[in-house]
């Protein structure tokens, strides 16, 4: 196969997986209504293989599109209620002796699935918090000295509250960084909010919603992004921008390797969404933000003065140079 061939074949996968994208955006957007930007943001997590923080107030949407995202891909999903209670053999399995068997068998708590969606994560203790540790990084559970991989594709999509602090335990820096992207909902538009009220045609209920996708859609999906043709100086560019982070006078503490990683893979999804077989800087600059700014802990005088991650993010955007002409 000559190269030309090779780049008009990648091109029309990329048109495959930018019109199943779209069918999947659009599906949800029937229950989720007014929100296309996160829902695309949640879609493009998924299909980068990260973890999702919805963080928002009560109210506005948070666990109805994770529950939509798992409606419309074919795919085992398990909702976990968070409790100060909850422990982690609630969430990972437990080995229970079979006195038949005459052996310790595991059995598999609710993790073992595509989509697991973490309910009000920061309200389970820091014990249980740190049960996602292990299966969020490298997608299996140790018990008892075993490991058991969970299925692919699996994505956490948690949701928190960052308003009611009370019976709540905030988030380590560590399990922060576990996740690939935080976004906010925001409140619905006035259109789309008086639709709600009225009764206009939102499209089905949840329960009501059919599968776009099934699981091989997605892995093929995964597997085409990550083979997205990446020219050296968006590999720079990322770098810069993450390394930026880590000498700012307003930060305690910077983005990781692991935060570089992240936003190129994301980066990719966005650039097959838009039916591109390469990458241009605005794909790395339009996901900085959710993908950089929850990893940065800034310092107490910026936070006295209103400053946040995002902030941060926005002024290294605007700081370090934009490569020219790098998607070819």
Known sequence: MTENQAMVDADAVAGRFAQLFGALAGAIEQVVRGKRDKIELALVCLLSEGHLLVEDVPGVGKTTLARAISATVDAKWTR?????????????????????????EFHPGPIFANLVVADEINRGSP????????????????VEGTPHPVPRPFMVIATQ????MDGTYPLPEAQLDRFLMRISMGYPDHRSE?????????????????????REDVSRMVEFAGRLHVAPPLYDYVVRLVAATRDHPELRLGASPRASLALLRAARVRAAAAGRSFLVPEDIKALAVPVIAHR?????????????????????????????????
């Open 161 to 164: 509250n960052p308003v009611d």
């Open 127 to 142: 014990k249980t918090q740190s049960a996602l540790l292990e299966v969020m990084e490298e997608r299996r559970v140790t």
């Open 296 to 328: 940065l802990i800034v310092t107490p005088e910026a936070e006295l003065r209103g400053r946040t991650g995002a902030d941060v993010v926005g002024e290294v955007l605007a700081n370090v140079p934009t490569p020219q002409a790098a998607g070819v």
């Open 194 to 214: 008086v639709a709600v009220l009225a009764g206009a045609p939102t499209g089905a209920a949840i329960d009501e919603m059919r599968p776009v996708a099934g």
């Open 80 to 104: 976990i209620q968070f409790t100060p209670d909850l422990l982690p053999s609630d969430i990972t399995g437990v080995s229970i002796f079979n006195q038949g068997a005459n052996a310790f």
